[in-house]
């Protein structure tokens, strides 16, 4: 069974930096585009980040471009983001999300596995 579980998250002051994690247990783990989406209360659910299968790409929202940055291990199976310089408005559930593809989507409803989400808040 295709399971994501993110971890990393917590409390931070606004201009800090938190590290997430999203284990994956999926076949064939390399072949899949890796992303992460991020939903604050009573906001629908946003495009983060995303990166290719082959790792040779990634895809940022406005929002965070600059200040985030995603990577994968192929070997650990393994997804990260690394973000610097948060802001309150970044404060959210930040969820990890797997598409088998040949390219990078940033629409939610092209991702079909999902990790249940870690609450980042980050305090002005």
């Known amino acids: 069974q295709a399971q994501l579980a993110e971890s990393g998250g917590g409390l931070a002051q606004a201009g800090g930096s938190l590290r997430l994690t999203c284990a994956a247990s999926i076949r064939n783990f390399r072949s899949y585009t890796m992303a992460w989406f991020r939903q604050a209360p009573g906001q629908e659910r946003e495009f983060v980040a995303a990166?290719?299968?082959?790792?040779?790409?990634?895809h940022y929202a406005d929002a965070v471009r600059g200040r985030f940055t995603i990577s994968r291990d192929n070997v650990k199976n393994t997804v990260y983001l690394q973000m610097n310089s948060l802001f309150p408005e970044d404060t959210a559930v930040y969820y990890c999300?797997?598409?088998?593809?040949?390219?990078?989507?940033?629409?939610?409803?092209?991702?079909?596995?999902w990790g249940q989400g870690t609450q980042v808040t980050v305090s002005s």
């Open positions: 990166i290719h299968w082959s790792g040779a790409t990634t």
């Open positions: 999300a797997a598409d088998q593809a040949s390219y990078i989507h940033v629409e939610r409803t092209m991702y079909n596995i």
